[in-house]
């Protein structure tokens, strides 16, 4: 699996997700009326709510000030691993009592933080598997967009050795960011626009541009 460094492109790449293109806004808009629907009958925990997002505001500044150090400040990186593994246990905790935390239990906001929680962590796969069925069933549902399934998903393939199908993660080679190794190459794009992600050469632009600003 890659270190930090990976991950952190990976996860900076998440908050670019949540640009919406014109195609996926019908999809959203279906995803955010079934959300509400299921809102209404049972209020947002603001406890769960507020702890996912401070847990995720605590985690940005960490990462953010990392970057800056190009991922070379072990103690900035210490403290992250310390901060993922804490916000895993205690996640792990609220799925045993109330499943996957989505937008009807917590918002869409805080069920953002909770999914770049696991994605961040280097914590047992069984438990990051765990959480990718339960995102998935969640989509389906239309609890959190079906977008987030295609990162979990090149993370947990990505830590079991094997290609990732989304080209999600990228990595730094002689100067330049690129994929790491996608199964199926020539059929990508088929497979994003399935998840409504943008064509891997639009995300590859916007990664480049956040990363290597010229």
């Given at each position: ?97 109330h499943g996957w935390p989505g937008h009807a239990l917590v918002g869409a906001a805080a069920a953002a933080a909770a999914w770049r929680l696991v994605q961040h962590a280097e914590c047992a796969i069984s438990f990051q598997r765990r959480c990718l069925t ?81």
């Open positions: 699996m890659p270190g930090g460094a990976a991950r952190l492109l990976g996860c900076a790449a998440m908050s670019l997700l949540q640009r919406p293109s014109p195609r996926s806004k019908g999809a959203a808009a279906r995803r955010a009326g079934v959300s509400k629907t299921r809102a209404r009958s049972a209020p947002v925990n603001r406890d769960l709510r507020a702890q996912l997002l401070r847990l995720d505001r605590i985690d940005s500044q960490l990462r953010d000030a990392w970057v800056r150090t190009e991922f070379k400040d072990r103690t900035l990186e210490r403290k992250l691993d310390t901060l993922t593994t804490s916000g895993i246990d205690w996640l792990r905790g609220v799925i045993a009592e339960l995102l998935r069933d969640a989509a389906k549902r239309g609890d959190v967009p079906i977008e987030q399934v295609a990162y979990l998903t090149d993370v947990v393939r990505m830590r079991e050795g094997k290609k990732q199908l989304y080209g999600t993660k990228f990595r730094k080679v002689k100067g330049q960011l690129v994929p790491y190794p996608i199964e199926r190459p020539d059929t990508v794009d088929v497979r994003r626009e399935q998840l409504n992600l943008p064509p891997l050469e639009v995300y590859a632009r916007r990664i480049r541009r956040h990363f290597l600003p010229t």
